[in-house]
């Protein structure tokens, strides 16, 4: 087995409104270039990754949000001696006005029935809280591993979650797993 002696703790964070729309950020340069993501990146040293998503957040989309731990990812890339260990947070409401950055162009977008766990069919649905017209989630122009784990988050589990990628940033290996539906 190989040891990682160099694991870099990033954040990943997502706001969701209605369990009907979600905020993803088209990321602009750097890593993962050409990818929608939530918005994230290293934990400073001396800050813990809940004030780093915070933060984040903040600088990436111009937006306050009360973050919750929804979920750990830990990838490793092949010829990239660092791992990856991402804390996924999500939020269900935000301060401030979403901002265009250098780094982030932030966008609503529609979360597909087939990402939602099944609705009590007694449940009435909000057609007005539907009436947006927005893309669904673009996940052929996100991380391959984000199809995985998307649908355990909008489900409010927790869930964590390894994928090992191959130089040709495909998915080789991987293994997700989460807490029951509450
Ligand atoms: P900066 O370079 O912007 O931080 N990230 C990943 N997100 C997903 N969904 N899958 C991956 O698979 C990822 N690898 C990295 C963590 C990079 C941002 O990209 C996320 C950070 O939010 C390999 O500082």
Do not use: C
């Amino acid at each position: 087995w190989i040891a990682y002696d160099k694991v870099k703790q990033y954040t990943n964070a997502f706001v969701i409104q209605n369990d009907s729309k979600i905020l993803l950020g088209y990321k602009k340069r750097g890593f993962g270039q050409g990818l929608w993501n939530g918005f994230g990146g290293k934990v400073d040293p001396g800050e813990t990754s809940a004030q780093a998503a915070v933060r984040e957040l903040q600088e990436e989309a111009g937006i306050t949000a009360p973050l919750q731990l929804r979920g750990i990812l830990f990838f490793v890339l092949e010829g990239v001696d660092t791992a990856f260990h991402i804390s996924v947070y999500s939020a269900y409401e935000y301060s401030g006005t979403i901002t265009e950055t250098d780094e982030m162009r932030p966008e609503w977008f529609s979360i597909q029935d087939s990402l939602l766990p099944p609705r009590n069919p007694l449940t009435t649905i909000d057609h007005d809280a539907q009436a947006e017209e927005l893309p669904p989630i673009p996940l052929d122009k996100m991380w391959a591993d984000d199809e995985f784990w998307m649908p355990l988050m909008l489900a409010r589990r927790y869930f964590v979650g390894r994928a090992d990628f191959g130089a040709d940033n495909k998915m080789r290996r991987w293994w997700f797993g989460a807490t029951p539906a509450s």
